[in-house]
T-cell receptor
Framework: NAGVTQTPKFQVLKTGQSMTLQCAQD?????MYWYRQDPGMGLRLIYY???????DKGEVPNGYNVSRLNKREFSLRLESAAPSQTSVYFC??????????????FGPGTRLTVL | GEDVEQSLFLSVREGDSSVINCTYT??????LYWYKQEPGAGLQLLTY?????DMKQDQRLTVLLNKKDKHLSLRIADTQTGDSAIYFC?????????????FGSGTRLSIRP
C-alpha cells in the first residue's frame, strides 16, 4: 500500500497563476482532508470531504476549491495564486467518524511558493 | 471556537525525559492525539487517548490527561536523537464532528548531547 500520495512535491508559481494539487489514497478511507502548514501556526484545515460526493469548508477555505473525484482522489485547486498561499500543503485521509480512532494518515506534502 | 495550544520549543539532554504539554478548550473532545512530524515529512500518529481515560502508556511514551483542566501531556522517557521532531497535540470532538481534528501549533523538540 502506498498510503496517501501527493503530487507535485514542489511547485513555484507566479501571482495569478492557477494550479491543482493532486492527492490519492489506497486505504479505502471515506474521509479526506486538505491542510496548510505555516511556521508557528500548526495545521489549518482548508477543506474536507467526509465521504465521496461531499465537500465542506474548513477553517481557511478562501482562495481554494476542491473536487472529490472519486473515493480515492481529492484535489485542491488554486484559481489565482497569491503570495499569501505560499505554504506546505498536506492531504490526509481517515476512516469515517465513529468507526475507529479517527486517525488521519498524511501524505508527504507539497511545498508551494508563490512569487 | 475550539483551540489547542502548546509551547513552540523544547530542548532536552539525550537520555533525559521530555515532557510536552498542551491545553485545549473543547470540553466535548472525544479523542486527543499526539502526532510526530519529522523534517520534510507529513504527520504520523504517535499515540492517542480517549477522553474517558487519564493515562496511557506505550513503551517509552506516557500520555496524561487532566480533563478537568483540559491539559494533555506527552512524556518521552530516555529521549534519543531520533526523537528530534515537531510534536503536534490535536483533538477531535464528538462523533458528529469527528471528521475534523484541531491541531496545535506544534512543539519542536531538540536533543542536546
Amino acid at each position: 500500500n502506498a498510503g496517501v500520495t501527493q503530487t507535485p512535491k514542489f511547485q513555484v508559481l507566479k501571482t495569478g497563476q492557477s494550479m491543482t494539487l493532486q492527492c490519492a489514497q489506497d486505504m479505502n478511507h471515506n474521509s479526506m482532508y486538505w491542510y496548510r502548514q505555516d511556521p508557528g501556526m500548526g495545521l489549518r484545515l482548508i477543506y474536507y470531504s467526509a465521504s465521496e460526493g461531499t465537500t465542506d469548508k474548513g477553517e481557511v477555505p478562501n482562495g481554494y476549491n476542491v473536487s472529490r473525484l472519486n473515493k480515492r482522489e481529492f484535489s485542491l485547486r488554486l484559481e489565482s495564486a497569491a503570495p499569501s498561499q505560499t505554504s506546505v500543503y498536506f492531504c490526509a485521509s481517515s476512516d469515517p467518524p465513529g468507526t475507529g480512532d479517527n486517525e488521519q494518515f498524511f501524505g508527504p506534502g507539497t511545498r508551494l511558493t508563490v512569487l | 471556537g475550539e483551540d489547542v495550544e502548546q509551547s513552540l520549543f523544547l530542548s532536552v539532554r539525550e537520555g533525559d525525559s521530555s515532557v510536552i504539554n498542551c491545553t485545549y478548550t473543547d470540553s466535548s473532545s472525544t479523542y486527543l492525539y499526539w502526532y510526530k512530524q519529522e523534517p520534510g515529512a507529513g504527520l504520523q500518529l504517535l499515540t492517542y487517548i480517549f477522553s474517558n481515560m487519564d493515562m496511557k502508556q506505550d513503551q517509552r511514551l506516557t500520555v496524561l490527561l487532566n480533563k478537568k483542566d483540559k491539559h494533555l501531556s506527552l512524556r518521552i522517557a530516555d529521549t534519543q536523537t531520533g526523537d528530534s521532531a515537531i510534536y503536534f497535540c490535536a483533538e477531535s470532538g464528538g462523533y458528529s464532528s469527528a471528521s475534523k481534528i484541531i491541531f496545535g501549533s506544534g512543539t519542536r523538540l531538540s536533543i542536546r548531547p
